[in-house]
């Protein structure tokens, strides 16, 4: 455990609320006079491309768009997109999406202004030299945080790896939060990128790098997500519940971060890279196993979890308490629908023989050394085999 001083970083600025979209306009207006749009086609189609298009042409700037996400960010999508900027001469960058337009969009700011290839910066190997273009983040899912993270995730085409790249210059200027954006988003993506946000929290709380500030973050996160997840996700309509999860799972992202994410987005990027799983599934689908793996090393702070959701559980063992905790969890992604990977068509075989490769990369990503308990090589590829037919049943506790 680290005791010191700690260290926060978070955007310039965050706008949040019902209707925040709006100012989108207003505020590239202060950052420059050529914007970017980076989307993709399923928010051109319902219409949020358009939408801030028009609130950028009501202050009087000029944007042009690239829509061509159409699955994770790769390395390809960022070097169409920073062509167009180039060619265009746009000095803003605004991301109108989820996790994927906005890690595509952050990779294109900095690369806007420094040199070389985006996976150069993987791992600290090389540090931005240069400011990047401001950048407006827009999500339009609850789930992966990316608008107040230092974090971009591009799946690099030739190796199939997913390079987490972590810097302070990868920060947007401005983060607007506005829960009436995800109002398109199917139950099945609510679900899953719900989830990832409930991930990002409780991988922050239990982090070895977690700290005071991220704990209160990442507590009131779970709290958010967990009590309003289900409905957001059975109701899309239900604006209160989706507001309090955007809420949610911008504290969540603020959370790790700061604090770093551990086991769970460690061994899902391989899964993603290599079987094309949206992130938030992955995650989902590995967050139960790796909670029973990590029960008894991180007791304490899972009962923590519990206790700050239920209060009448302080009457229970610190260890009932904590089995409790992974119990609603669990129950939750049960109601969710979370597959597991037999179930999404993960081909058995083809899993089987990417065991070692997929533990090596989760390893070399450096998030499971922030575990509580920290697996070996041996013990990832076990806990692999263990969540491809993970059945979730439902819980014994009342």
């Known amino acids: 455990m680290f005791h010191g001083f700690h260290q926060l970083v978070m955007p310039g600025k965050i706008l949040y609320g019902r209707d925040s979209f709006s100012q989108v306009g207003i505020l590239a207006a202060e950052l420059g006079k050529k914007v970017l749009i980076i989307s993709d086609p399923i928010m051109e189609k319902v219409g949020n491309v358009t939408l801030c298009e028009t609130y950028l042409q009501e202050q009087g700037i000029a944007s042009v768009t690239y829509t061509g996400i159409d699955s994770e960010p790769t390395d390809l999508h960022v070097q169409e997109a920073l062509t167009v900027c180039i060619e265009e001469k746009c000095d803003v960058i605004v991301a109108v999406g989820g996790g994927s337009c906005i890690d595509t969009a952050k990779a294109v700011a900095v690369m806007a202004t420094n040199e070389g290839y985006i996976g150069d910066y993987m791992g600290a190997q090389k540090l931005f030299s240069t400011k990047p273009l401001p950048l407006i983040a827009c999500p ?9 993270t230092k974090v971009t995730v591009i799946v690099n085409t030739q190796t199939q790896v997913k390079m987490m790249i972590s810097q302070p210059e990868l920060l947007p200027v401005v983060a607007i939060v506005d829960p009436v954006l995800t109002l398109s988003c199917p139950p099945a993506v609510t679900a899953a990128t719900g989830v990832d946000a409930l991930c990002h929290a409780v991988e922050a709380y239990l982090s070895r790098k977690s700290q005071p500030v991220t704990d209160t973050f990442a507590l009131t996160a779970i709290e958010r997500i967990v009590q309003n997840l289900l ?10 519940a989706r507001e309090k999860v955007a809420l949610g799972a911008m504290l969540a992202g603020a959370a790790f971060s700061n604090a770093s994410v551990t086991l769970v987005h460690g061994m899902s990027r391989p899964i993603g890279a290599l079987f094309h799983v949206p992130h938030g599934i992955s995650n989902a689908m590995l967050l139960p196993v790796v909670l029973d793996y990590t029960r008894d090393s ?3 702070k899972l009962a923590d979890i519990g206790c700050f959701l239920h209060p009448e559980w302080k009457s ?5 308490a904590a089995d409790r905790t992974i119990a609603e969890i ?11 990977m ?4 993960i081909d058995k075989v ?3 023989r990417s065991l070692s490769k997929m533990a090596t990369d989760a390893l070399a990503s450096g998030s ?6 920290v697996p070996s090589h041996e013990e990832i590829m076990k806990l692999y085999q263990q969540s491809y037919d993970y059945e979730l049943t439902s819980t014994q506790f009342a």
Do not use: M
């Open 140 to 148: 339009t899912t609850a789930g992966t945080g990316s608008e107040v």
């Open 231 to 240: 409905r957001s996700y059975q109701d899309r309509e239900d604006i209160e």
């Open 298 to 300: 991180a007791a304490e």
């Open 316 to 320: 229970f063992s610190r260890q009932e």
């Open 330 to 340: 669990k129950q939750l992604c049960t109601d969710l629908h979370i597959p597991n």
């Open 342 to 345: 037999k179930a999404w068509g």
């Open 350 to 352: 083809s899993f089987a």
């Open 368 to 373: 499971p050394a922030n575990n509580p308990i």
